[in-house]
C-alpha cells in the first residue's frame, strides 16, 4: 500500500507542475483573446477576425507601449497621468503596489537598485534569504540607525515581508536574484541547476 502511495505522489509531482503551468497559460491566453477580440472587431469585421489575433494585439500594444515611453513629451504625459492616479485613495495603493514590484523584477529594476542577494543572521546559526531593496531606509527603528530594508519572499507563496535589518546582520550571497527566488519560493526543496 504505502508504495503505491508512493508512486501516486510521485506521478502527482511530475504531472501537477506541467498542468497547472499549461492551465495558467491558457487561462491567460483565453482571458487576453477574450478581452481584445472586442477591441479588434471595432476596427475590423468579424469575418477578419482569427483566432489569437487578440494575444497578436496584446502583445502589439505593450511593445508600441514601450516604445512610446521612450519619446519625451509621451513620457511626461505618462508622469502627470501617474500623479493623478496617485491622488486616488484606493487606487493609488495598488497601483503603486504592482508597479514597484515590477520595477524591482525587472531586469532594468533590479540593476538600477543594485538588489543583491544576501543573508539575514538570525542568530543561533539560523540565516534568511533576501534582496535588499534599500540600502538607506529614511527612518530609523529604535536606537537602530545603520538599517537596510530586505525583502524576504515566501515559500510557496507570492507575498513576502519587508524587514529592516542592522547592517552588521546582513552577508553578502553569491547567488543570483533568479537563484535565490527559485531557492526561497520552493522552500529549498528542488535543487539549483
Known sequence: MKSLVTTFLRGLSVVLPIALTIWFVVW??????????????????????LPGLGVALGIA???AAGLLAQIFFLRQFWNWMESLL?????????????RDFLDFFSSTGIEKQAAKVVTIDMGNEVNLIGLITDNNPEFP?????????????????????????PRTR???????????????MTAGIRKQQ
Request: hydrophobic fraction near 50%.
Open 170 to 184: 546582513v552577508h553578502d550571497s553569491n547567488m543570483t536574484v533568479e537563484a535565490a527566488m527559485r531557492y526561497a
Open 61 to 63: 500594444v505593450i511593445f
Open 86 to 98: 496617485e491622488r486616488i485613495p484606493l487606487v493609488k495603493t495598488v497601483y503603486n503596489a504592482i
Open 141 to 165: 527603528i529604535g536606537s537602530a540607525t545603520d538599517l537596510v530594508a530586505v525583502y524576504l519572499p515566501m515559500s510557496y507563496n507570492v507575498g513576502g515581508y519587508t524587514v529592516l535589518v
Open 28 to 49: 491567460l491566453a483565453t482571458g487576453t483573446e477574450d478581452l481584445l477580440r472586442s477591441v479588434f472587431l471595432w476596427f475590423l469585421p468579424p469575418e477578419l477576425y
